[in-house]
């Protein structure tokens, strides 16, 4: 089992950043691909950025250039540096890990971006 705890979210003005991280514990030894999803109110949940063990990112398009995705690994431990934010980026932001072959998610945090 992996065990997937999020912190780092808020309440931003637009133009602002933030910087969330995901720790992982359990009986875990690596973890492969780690992972950032967000799902805003009345919208399915969707991909932000994800980084493997070996440091290879992927990135969605809306937010390329203001959101890098970084990862710890003997920390087991995931980070999403959030700048230049805009109120679209409103939305529960999730961690997701896989592991064994299995997906984990965290709970979730909530970001808001409001003057």
């Known amino acids: 089992q992996v065990q997937l705890v999020e912190s780092g979210g808020g309440l931003v003005q637009p133009g602002g950043s933030l910087r969330l991280s995901c720790a992982a514990s359990g009986s875990i030894f690596s973890i492969n691909t780690m992972a950032w999803h967000r799902q805003a109110p009345g919208k399915q949940r969707e991909l932000v950025a994800s980084?493997?063990?070996?440091?290879?990112?992927i990135s969605a398009g809306s937010v390329k250039g203001r959101f890098t995705i970084s990862r710890d690994n003997a920390k087991n431990t995931v980070y999403l540096q959030m700048n230049s934010l805009k109120p679209d980026d409103t939305a529960v932001y999730y961690c997701?890990?896989?592991?064994?072959?299995?997906?984990?998610w965290g709970r979730g945090t909530q970001v808001t971006v409001s003057s």
């Open positions: 980084i493997t063990s070996g440091g290879s990112t």
């Open positions: 997701y890990a896989r592991y064994s072959g299995n997906g984990y």
